[in-house]
Nanobody, 124 residues
Framework: QVQLVESGGGLVQTGGSLRLSCAGA????????MGWFRQAPGKEREFVAA????????YYADSVKGRGTISRDNVKNMVYVQMNSLKPEDTAVYYC?????????????????WGQGTQVTVSS
């Protein structure tokens, strides 16, 4: 089992950037597929980005494609998502998730472990 802790959220102006980090502890972090999801108030949790266990394949939601970059460091047990050109509609709690299968799906049901989330607020 792996424990996930997100950090890096905060308040940023429209057009700004943030890098969210997720630290993994325990388990076989380097073998997990990792994903980022977000949930805005009153909305369902939605996929943001994902990366396979090796880092060789990445996937993005259309809403962040071209503005987001997911990466991982299996030595440090970390996964990151760099978000640029932020918009007010990016405001949400961002969650890190791990999939024991090693793949990187777009559905939250494919993930086995979740962090507590970090708040991102983009002001207009």
């Amino acid at each position: 089992q792996v424990q996930l802790v997100e950090s890096g959220g905060g308040l940023v102006q429209t057009g700004g950037s943030l890098r969210l980090s997720c630290a993994g502890a325990g388990g076989q972090f380097s073998t997990y597929g990792m994903g980022w999801f977000r949930q805005a108030p009153g909305k369902e949790r939605e996929f943001v980005a994902a990366i396979r266990w090796s880092g060789g394949r990445t996937y993005y939601a259309d809403s962040v494609k071209g503005r987001g970059t997911i990466s991982r460091d299996n030595v440090k047990n970390m996964v990151y998502v760099q978000m640029n050109s932020l918009k007010p509609e990016d405001t949400a709690v961002y969650y890190c998730a791990a999939s024991a299968s090693g793949y990187a799906g777009r559905r939250h049901g494919e993930y086995d472990y979740w962090g507590q989330g970090t708040q991102v607020t983009v002001s207009s």
